[in-house]
């Protein structure tokens, strides 16, 4: 069964924290995503990554960076998290298909309270 | 930028009646998908319609897309309690790169 595995559901941090959030994929995906979801907002997309050591921002990247060194594993950094950085993150991944689908598999999300 | 927007905000139906959901979307599009999420949980893939398609089904969903009206219909038919869930459109654009922008969803709540 394919799998995208994010490495905390649940965090409390206090604000000027670093702030690790991972994502492992084990479907050989090429693309792998970073969202953010908030009440009313829906999902906005922060960066992703077609290749290792390849990354794009999306919409909303700042105050966020990510890291790319295996093409299994996304991480997306917080180096000084503050309070309006309170969200639910989404990891997701995707294949580069012919068809261009974009069908994205999603990870069961990381609950982030900054205090 | 949101490019979807879903109609309505919240739907609530008793089991066994049909429920549908509406998306909008601005520009032009490959294709559109549905997604799927429990409370709390991640987003599950639902259904895909290509751009030249007008209607595809899966089980107890139907979905429609008018590209001249920059519109989709997700339809739910026969609701049961466990579809109670946040449902979302999701279009990959054109041209170019499979980037997914997402709408702000319809949360469904179907009383047993």
């Known amino acids: 069964d394919v799998k995208v595995t994010q490495s905390s559901r649940y965090l409390v941090k206090r604000t000027g924290e670093k702030v690790f959030l991972e994502c492992v994929q084990d479907?050989?995906?090429?693309?792998m995503f970073w969202y953010r979801q908030d009440p009313g907002l829906g999902l906005r997309l922060i960066y992703f990554s077609y290749d290792v050591k390849m990354k794009e921002k999306g919409d909303i990247p700042e105050g966020y960076s990510v890291s790319r060194e295996k093409k299994e594993r996304f991480s997306l950094i917080l180096e000084s998290a503050s309070t309006n950085q309170t969200s639910m993150y989404l990891c997701?991944?995707?294949?580069?298909?012919?068809?261009?689908?974009?069908?994205?598999?999603f990870g069961e999300g990381s609950r982030l309270t900054v205090l | 930028s949101q490019q979807g927007e879903e109609d309505p905000q919240a739907l609530s139906i008793q089991e066994g009646e049909n429920a549908t959901m509406n998306c909008s979307y601005k520009t032009s599009i490959n294709n559109l998908q549905w997604y799927r999420q429990n409370s709390g949980r991640g987003l599950v893939h639902l259904i895909l319609i290509r751009s030249n398609e007008r209607e595809k089904h899966s089980g107890r969903l139907r979905v429609t897309l008018d590209t001249s009206k920059k519109s989709s219909s997700l339809l739910i038919t026969a609701s049961r309690a466990a579809d109670t869930a946040s449902y979302f459109c999701a279009t990959v654009l054109l041209p170019g790169f499979q980037k997914l922008v997402f709408g702000t969803g319809t949360r469904l709540l179907v009383s047993p």
């Open positions: 997701a991944s995707s294949m580069i298909s012919a068809a261009n689908t974009g069908e994205l598999f």
């Open positions: 479907m050989d995906h090429e693309n």
